[in-house]
């Protein structure tokens, strides 16, 4: 089986531009769950959906947006790129019961530049 | 609060050494996870802890989730060369929020 699936892989964009970051989870799995990780940081939890609903957000403004499509993969938008969104953005899908995170598995990521 | 303290920050051993890092937090936490991550690439997860007290291993690893639910360990016995990575500990929230440690970094001398 597929693991979790990422694209593009790397990015780069200008300040102020947008940018969509997609992710397909594994078979099966109805949980997504979107990280910024930070060279030489842990990943930071920025959304998870289930069943296409926002179940979770951090603390990340409201220039990040995200969506679940009906066959669970899912889309991050950033708006209005900063320099300080330059990162790693992970994507991990879990099988969740009652629609908590438990085992997340990770995908590859996307490295976003922004200049 | 709410952010999960990792130590130690980096660690160099020489392979067949046993290694342990842990992660502390102000928090309570109801889940507590390990993970290790390569350069490139996402990362991997080694073993899930459930229940305040539980110690559960996997190969040469073996974690605990502390009693108290603010802390949990990771021990490596017999370190190899390819345990040479960056590990993380996370916290999973009430509310499904995961939150990370900042990682330590092992590098295992042959």
């Known amino acids: 089986d597929a693991g979790v699936t990422q694209s593009p892989t790397h990015l780069i964009k200008t300040r102020g531009q947008q940018v969509t970051l997609r992710c397909s989870p594994i078979?099966?799995?109805?949980?997504v769950s979107w990280y910024q990780q930070v060279l030489g940081q842990g990943p930071q939890f920025i959304f998870q959906y289930y069943e296409k609903e926002e179940r979770g957000r951090g603390n990340f403004p409201d220039r990040f947006s995200a969506r679940q499509f009906p066959n669970y993969s899912s889309e991050l938008n950033v708006n209005a790129l900063l320099l300080g969104d330059s990162a790693l953005y992970l994507c991990?899908?879990?099988?969740?019961?009652?629609?908590?995170?438990?085992?997340?598995?990770f995908g590859p990521g996307t490295r976003l530049t922004v200049l | 609060g709410q952010q999960l303290n990792q130590s130690p920050q980096s660690m160099f051993i020489q392979e067949g050494e046993d290694v342990s890092m842990n992660c502390t937090s102000s928090s309570i936490f109801n889940t507590w996870l390990w993970y290790k991550q390569d350069p490139g690439e996402g990362p991997v997860l080694l073993i899930a802890?459930?229940?305040?007290?539980e110690l559960t291993s996997n190969g040469r690893l073996t974690a605990q989730f502390g009693i108290t639910r603010k802390d949990s360990f990771l021990n490596i016995s017999a370190s190899i060369p390819s345990d040479v990575g960056i590990y993380f500990c996370?916290?999973?929230?009430?509310?499904?929020?995961?939150?990370f440690g900042a990682g330590t970094r092992l590098t295992v001398k042959p």
């Open positions: 996370a916290g999973q929230l009430y509310n499904n929020d995961m939150r």
């Open positions: 991990a899908s879990s099988l969740p019961s009652g629609g908590a995170i438990n085992e997340q598995f």
């Open positions: 802890l459930y229940k305040a007290g």
């Open positions: 078979s099966g799995h109805k949980s």
